[in-house]
């Protein structure tokens, strides 16, 4: 059996209004449509990507998880506590670390 050659491209056939041709064909020339059309199905999929994954991942934070932040106060000691343990640390701190292990 011969082996399958996948292909690389495929040629499309579509509908659509003839006022929406008419714009097209006013606005890109005929020699950039392909390419035109290809960002624009990029850029829509990865759209509707993200969309799915929000809906995929809605409700994975729950407030009543973390009662802290109910109050600017507790918003504020999260992110400090945040901040202070993504600080660089000093080269000291760091040697130490390595010479514990």
Same mark, same amino acid.
Request: proline letters at 5%; glycine letters at 2%; hydrophobic letters at 40%.
């Given at each position: 059996m011969g082996a399958t050659v996948e292909k690389t491209e495929i040629r499309l056939e579509i509908t659509i209004p003839m006022a929406l041709f008419k714009e097209l064909e006013a606005n890109i020339p005929a020699e950039q449509r392909d390419r035109f059309f290809t960002d624009l199905l990029e850029r829509e999929l990865r759209r509707e990507r993200l969309k !799915?994954?929000?809906k995929e991942s809605a409700g994975a934070w729950k407030a009543e998880d973390?009662? #802290?932040l109910a109050?600017?106060?507790g918003v504020e000691k999260y992110v400090r !506590?945040?901040?202070e343990?993504?600080?660089p640390r000093?080269?000291?701190e760091i040697i130490a #670390?390595?010479?514990d292990e």
């Amino acid at each position: 059996m011969g082996a399958t050659v996948e292909k690389t491209e495929i040629r499309l056939e579509i509908t659509i209004p003839m006022a929406l041709f008419k714009e097209l064909e006013a606005n890109i020339p005929a020699e950039q449509r392909d390419r035109f059309f290809t960002d624009l199905l990029e850029r829509e999929l990865r759209r509707e990507r993200l969309k !799915r994954a929000l809906k995929e991942s809605a409700g994975a934070w729950k407030a009543e998880d973390h009662p #802290e932040l109910a109050e600017p106060d507790g918003v504020e000691k999260y992110v400090r !506590r945040l901040r202070e343990t993504w600080m660089p640390r000093s080269w000291d701190e760091i040697i130490a #670390e390595d010479i514990d292990e």
